[in-house]
């Protein structure tokens, strides 16, 4: 790893938490160049929510790459970007009776924010959004602003303006979704915020420390958005395409954001794709206003269709995430009170889990004993102190049984 540690900038961070030089991958796990197996519960950080090298979608990537069909396109017509919105209209929105237009900005998640809040001010012709503690939403300026984490923002290097954060479901502790303050606010006439052109909220705040927002409280906060003319974003970046059960992760609390960012694992094979999601009504973009070289990567496309097909034509796999996340949150729950002295907090939604410490310290201690077990879990959090569970959606049984039990040991031999 000599050369990469001497020429790759400083800025890098997932290798120094796993000093290893990985190879190949295939399904659930990792192996590095002298072929030791590592157990992925980081899954790309949500990129990889059908595994590594997925057969069916390789075999659909292979066969399109060696047709030598059209790779790179900006946003012109082609047969895979076709098939694609075919198939996401046709398996996703119209089953759960949605409308949006589909905007490929840059193939990032935090190109989908981007998108999004610049939407949202031409729409609205407003300035201000409303963001949320805790929340994660990207490293571009825009998508920075609305970030929590004092760390990222510091990087800005410009004063971030325009966005003002309100405090996630729990902050307050109250059992209710109690939105007066900031109802109070709005209706000031004696010195409350501009009125925001959007709120941008997780439903589960993933690199916020796996922070579960209730149903009611994301009700609350959709239906005080209608009521002053906000709108609304959900950012489904890694919470979306499943990995809270139902494709979108909105779903359960019943909501209808006006607009949705999407990407991580839209692609289905870790290629890069985002989607920004668009109220049809919403969709004022003059042609080009917002643009950019890479989106709508067709390989993307190819492999992204295929995981749709696959994986979203009936709810198998909806049922399958909910029942191994059923399993996980036992299994954390039984481990987390087992260990009497040591305050660890199970958290989580379909297949997304956390053992929250009291530290960063303590978390990271169980991710490097993880790690020398062969399993690869990351620490998430304001101080990194959840440990955070990500498997691929594709894990077997036998594979989450054995993760959890590596698990299990990392956090015995620390505590
Ligand atoms: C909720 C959410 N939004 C946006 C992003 C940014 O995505 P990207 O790193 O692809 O720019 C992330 C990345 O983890 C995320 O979790």
Redesign the pocket.
């Known amino acids: 790893m000599g050369i990469i540690t001497a020429r790759e900038s400083a800025v890098r961070s997932y290798c120094r938490a796993w000093p290893a030089v990985f190879d190949r991958a295939a399904g659930s796990w990792l192996y590095d160049e002298a072929g030791r197996a590592y157990l992925d519960f980081f899954a790309g950080?949500?990129a990889l929510n059908y595994g590594h090298n997925n057969p069916v979608l390789k075999e659909a990537l292979l066969g399109y790459l060696a047709g030598d069909r059209v790779i790179h396109s900006l946003d012109m017509y082609t047969v895979a970007k076709r098939e694609f919105l075919a198939a996401f209209g046709e398996l996703i929105l119209q089953p759960r009776q949605l409308d949006y237009r589909v905007q490929f900005p840059g193939p990032?998640?935090?190109?989908?924010?981007e998108a999004a809040l610049k939407l949202a001010r031409k729409v609205t012709g407003r300035t201000e959004v409303i963001s949320f503690t805790g929340a994660?939403?990207?490293?571009?300026l825009g998508?920075l602003s609305v970030t929590g984490s004092p760390f990222h923002r510091g990087g800005a290097g410009v004063p971030l303006t325009h966005a003002t954060p309100m405090p996630f479901d729990h902050t307050l502790g109250g059992p209710a979704p109690d939105f007066r303050w900031l109802e109070r606010l709005l209706a000031s006439r004696g010195g409350g915020p501009d009125k925001p052109a959007a709120a941008i909220v997780?439903t589960v705040?993933?690199?916020g420390g796996i922070r579960v927002a209730r149903p009611e409280w994301l009700r609350g906060l959709a239906d005080l958005c209608q009521r002053h003319g906000i709108l609304l974003i959900v950012?489904?970046?890694?919470?979306g395409c499943g990995r809270t059960g139902p494709f979108f992760s909105f779903e359960a609390a019943g909501l209808r954001p006006d607009i949705v960012?999407l990407?991580?694992s839209i692609g289905g094979y870790g290629l890069p794709l985002?989607l920004t999601l668009i109220r049809p009504d919403l969709d004022i973009w003059e042609p080009g206003e917002h643009n950019g070289t890479f989106r709508g990567v067709n390989p993307a496309f190819v492999t992204g269709t295929a995981t749709l097909r696959t994986y979203w034509r009936d709810d198998a796999l909806q049922r399958s995430t909910l029942a191994k996340g059923q399993r996980a949150a036992a299994a954390l729950a039984a481990l987390a009170q087992s260990i009497p002295g040591t305050p660890i907090e199970p958290r989580g939604r379909g297949l997304v889990h956390c053992l929250a410490f009291e530290d960063g310290e303590l978390a990271g201690k169980v991710s490097a004993a993880a790690f020398e077990r062969g399993l690869l879990v990351e620490t998430a959090g304001p101080q990194g102190e959840a440990v955070k569970l990500l498997p691929p959606l594709t894990i077997t049984d036998a594979e989450l049984g054995q993760g959890l039990e590596l698990l299990a040991d990392a956090v015995r031999s620390v505590c």
């Open positions: 950080a949500g990032g998640g935090a190109n989908a924010v994660f939403h990207g490293m571009t998508a997780e705040q993933g690199e950012d489904d970046v890694q919470m960012c990407s991580k985002a």
